[in-house]
Every structure is written in C-alpha cells, then in structure tokens.
C-alpha cells in the first residue's frame, strides 16, 4: 500500500513542474487526495461494504470536490490536475499514466445497468473541461482536447477535439498534402486546424487553396505545352510572397 502511495506521489513530480517537494505534494494536492481516498473507497466496495465506500466517496468530493464512483476501477500513477469538478462513474476502467485535467466527466448515456461508463488505456490524457460519455473506449496514449465532447471511440495515439469529437490526424491523402504544400506557399498555415474540423473560414480556405493549386497546375501544363512550340513567354518568374508580408495578419490572429 505504501509503495503505491510513494509512486502516486512520485507521478506527480513527473506531470506537474510546479510540484516542489513531496510533503507539498501529500499535503496540498486534492488531486492525490482523492485518488487516495478513492483507493480505500474502492477496497471496501469490493469486500462488501457499500454503503461505507459510499460515504467515503461522499467525504472525498466535499473535501476535494472530485466525485469518484467507489466502483470505478482506476490504474497505477493515476493523475488529476487541479481535481476540482472531475466526476468518475461507477463502471469507468482506467488504465495506468492517465491524466485528466480539471472539470472532465467520465460519464454514462444510459440509465440501464452494466457496463455504462468509458474505458480509458495506459497513457491516455484528458484536457480540461472535457466530457467523455458512454461505454467507449480511448486506446492507449490517445488525448482529448480541452471542453471536448466524446461519444465514440479513440484510435491509439489519436488527438480528439470538438463537439462532437473529431480526430485530428495529419495530412494523408494526395489532396490533403497539397493543400498543405500551397498553404505553405503563400505563407499561410491554418494554425490549430486540422482539415476534417468543422470550422467554416477553415474550410473557404481549404476550398480557396484546392483552387489554386488547380489553377496552378493548369497553368504549368500550358507553360509546358507553349515551350514545346517554342514559345517562352512563361520563363518569367512570378513574384514570390515574403513572409514579411503577412506578419500583419499573424500579428492580428496571435492578439
């Protein structure tokens, strides 16, 4: 019992830059707190003793302001940051390394029994905010992003944002690496956006792009074919775009 306790507190250290000391760590977190108290909660409920876990998870949410079902099954170097508003449903399985941030919710859709509630893997974390709902399952080393909605369930290593949810993933098919290539171009990138977020000025530049990347190879072929002929009038260069010139419009975006 005691080696668990020292390596939930050696967790922290490894998760939050602003942990010191261990006796800050075991005197101030309510993050170890009610991970602790969770821990006892949930060795009474399997022996029998409901209504006593009950009380004690009641207990840990008036002092920590973390709820955590004493039925929730919760891994080893389990961390919540800040702790207050996290609320954790009686079937919830979480693996080891999680993460999650203040305000998450790892709740149910349905008022039947059985298994109701996520299914988090090793590594997984979890942005503060963020609302994980029904008996899914986020794979292991998957992230949510902040104020997140999720309902279906997460590939390994995948980054989920939005409501509802969607997975961010990089630039796979041809179309999509070409958008990227003549963002680049111009000197533009859709900072934080990934091309399958539903963002409406996201996607008018996503169109905006696919456009001139066509017009662009539209007009490489008649270069090609008037060179053929003998005809040169496509040798001069075009003007190219400095990035000096949209330091402007990054400035505004940053403020």
Known sequence: MFKH?????RSVFHRDPAARNSLEVLLTYPGLHALLLHRFAHCCWNIGLKLIA???STFNRWLTGVEIHPGAIIGRRFFIDHGMGVVIGETAEIGDDVTLYHGVTLGGTSWSKGKRHPTLGNGVVVGAGAKVLGPITLAAGSKVGSNSVVTRDVPAGATVVGIP???IRKAETEEEIKREEMAKKIGFEAY??????????????HLL???MNAVESKIDRMCDSLAEQGIRSCDE???KLKDEDFEAVRHEEDE
């Open 5 to 9: 306790i020292r390596e939930d507190i």
């Open 54 to 56: 009950r009380l004690i």
């Open 209 to 211: 792009l696919d456009h």
């Open 192 to 205: 934080g956006m990934a091309s399958d977020m539903p963002d409406p000025v996201a996607h008018a530049i």
């Open 237 to 239: 260069e075009l003007p």
């Open 165 to 167: 949810g969607r997975v």
